[in-house]
C-alpha cells in the first residue's frame, strides 16, 4: 500500500483555503471600506460644524445686517435670501461673509478645509426675517449650506451633510 494523499484530497483542501481566503479579504475589504467612509464623514461634520459655530458667533455679536446678495439693505422686514451676507459690528466695522465656489468664507479666512471637504454647489444661502409692523424687533438671521468630501472614489466611500441654523443678534440697534 503506499502512502499519500489522492489527487482528490488535495483538491478538496485546496478549494476549501480557497473559500476561506475570499472570506477573509471579503472581511477584510469591508472593514477597511467601512473605516474610510467613517473618517470622511467625521471630516464633512467637524468642518461644517466649525463652520456653523463661526458663523454663528459672528452674526450673534453683530449690531445689523447691512446686506445681502451683494444688495444694501436698511432691515430685514423683506426677507432676503443670498449668498453672502454684509453685517456691521458693534464698533461699527463692516465685513461679508459669503459662499463663492465651493467655500464659505469670512473675509479671506476660509471656514473650511477645502483640501478635503467643498461646499456643494448652489447649496448655501443667507437670509433674514424681521417683524414688519415692529422696528425695534431683533432680525433672525438663517444660514444653510452642505459640506461634502472632495474625494473622487466610489460613490459608497462619499459624504455629505446638510447644516442650517438661525441666530438672532444680541447687539442688535436699530
Request: proline residues 2%; charged residues 15%.
Amino acid at each position: 500500500m503506499k502512502k499519500g494523499y489522492t489527487i482528490i484530497e488535495l483538491l478538496a483542501v485546496v478549494s476549501i483555503l480557497v473559500i476561506l481566503a475570499g472570506i477573509i479579504s471579503g472581511i477584510l475589504y469591508s472593514t477597511l471600506r467601512g473605516s474610510a467612509k467613517t473618517k470622511i464623514t467625521t471630516e464633512v461634520v467637524q468642518n461644517g460644524n466649525y463652520a456653523i459655530s463661526v458663523l454663528t458667533n459672528l452674526i450673534s455679536s453683530s449690531s445689523s445686517v447691512t446686506g445681502i446678495g451683494g444688495v444694501e439693505i436698511q432691515d430685514c422686514t423683506a426677507s432676503p435670501i443670498g449668498t453672502s451676507i454684509s453685517l456691521k459690528n458693534i464698533d461699527g466695522d463692516k465685513y461679508t461673509i459669503s459662499c463663492s465656489g465651493n467655500n464659505i468664507s469670512s473675509g479671506s479666512a476660509s471656514l473650511i478645509n477645502t483640501h478635503q471637504v467643498q461646499i456643494r454647489t448652489n447649496s448655501c444661502q443667507f437670509y433674514c426675517s424681521q417683524k414688519a409692523v415692529d422696528p425695534y424687533s431683533i432680525p433672525i438671521v438663517g444660514i444653510e449650506f452642505v459640506v461634502e468630501d472632495k474625494s473622487t472614489g466610489l460613490f459608497e466611500s462619499k459624504s455629505s451633510s446638510f447644516f442650517k441654523t438661525s441666530v438672532s443678534m444680541r447687539n442688535y440697534s436699530p
